[in-house]
């Protein structure tokens, strides 16, 4: 959906609606969408250069996400711009850049002033940027929660994470299912982690499993195969059948994986 509402965009000569659409795309994990990013820059950069914050604030995104180093200086100009001119998505990215010190020196009380400024204009990714910086739990779990109002599973996750450290689990593992369900890796190990062990519920090993499975197909996460070792362990200390692992696979979508699982601890003996 988002490929074609961006090409229909570029086709009119609506730079910044393609823009907007192909980095949608991106973000949801389409290849494609982050190549036909990077080629709209071509029709960004004369509309930034004239004046426009939006298109200096989008053609400071792309170039900092899908371009190389070489692309730095000219992220730094235009996020520069964009949150010179006041605008949310320009402040949020010149913060970041501020805060990881990329192509600046690092600040980070500068940095927190911007991620204010775009919070306040309803930046929903800069409200998970400063809940991150602010000293105050309080004020960082509104943030957070303000954040999920618009779907961002990281403030969901982020969020779970505030409410376990107050040993409020029930609902911590509400938002680790919010944000597993809008696809967290992280969160989605939190939750698995959460039904193996009991906490926020009682323990229900194949929804553990379930989620083990899950983070899988999300090499964005964790990276180094934990959940799938930690369902093996299960499997493996009697905690789960082979039945059970199946009715895993079949709600984590991916019965494949679930038959690979009881491949690899039963073999061709599965009880």
């Not at 006041?86 to 990881?100: K, S, V």
């Amino acid at each position: 959906m988002h490929l074609d509402e961006g090409r229909k965009a570029a086709e009119a000569g609506d730079w910044v609606a393609a823009g907007h659409a192909f980095v949608r795309a991106a973000m949801e994990g389409s290849a494609e969408g982050a190549e036909l990013a990077t080629q709209v820059t071509v029709g960004l950069v004369p509309e930034a250069d004239a004046g426009s914050a939006e298109a200096a604030a989008l053609l400071a995104g792309i170039y900092l996400e899908y371009f190389d180093e070489s692309a730095l200086p000219d992220a730094v100009r235009y996020a520069r711009a964009a949150a010179g001119a006041g605008h949310p998505a320009g402040q949020r990215t010149y913060g970041y850049m501020l805060l990881e010190g990329i192509g600046v020196e690092e600040d980070h009380d500068r940095a927190a002033e911007l991620f204010r400024a775009a919070a306040d204009a309803g930046d929903a990714y800069a409200c998970v940027n400063l809940a991150q910086l602010v000293d105050d739990p309080d004020e960082s779990r509104h943030l957070l929660e303000t954040a999920t109002r618009d779907g961002i599973a990281l403030a969901g996750a982020l969020l779970a994470d505030h409410l376990s450290e107050l040993d409020r689990d029930e609902e911590a593992l509400t938002w680790y299912l919010w944000s597993a369900d809008r696809g967290h890796p992280g969160a989605m190990h939190a939750a698995a982690c959460c039904y193996r062990d009991g906490f926020g519920t009682e323990p229900d090993p194949v929804r553990a499993v379930r989620w083990f499975l899950a983070t899988l197909a999300h090499d964005e996460g964790d990276g180094d195969g934990d959940g799938i070792h930690e369902a093996i362990q299960m499997a493996r200390s009697g905690a789960v059948d082979a039945d059970q692992i199946r009715e895993a696979g079949r709600l984590a979508g991916d019965p494949g994986a679930a038959e690979a699982l009881i491949g690899t601890v039963w073999g061709g003996d599965a009880p």
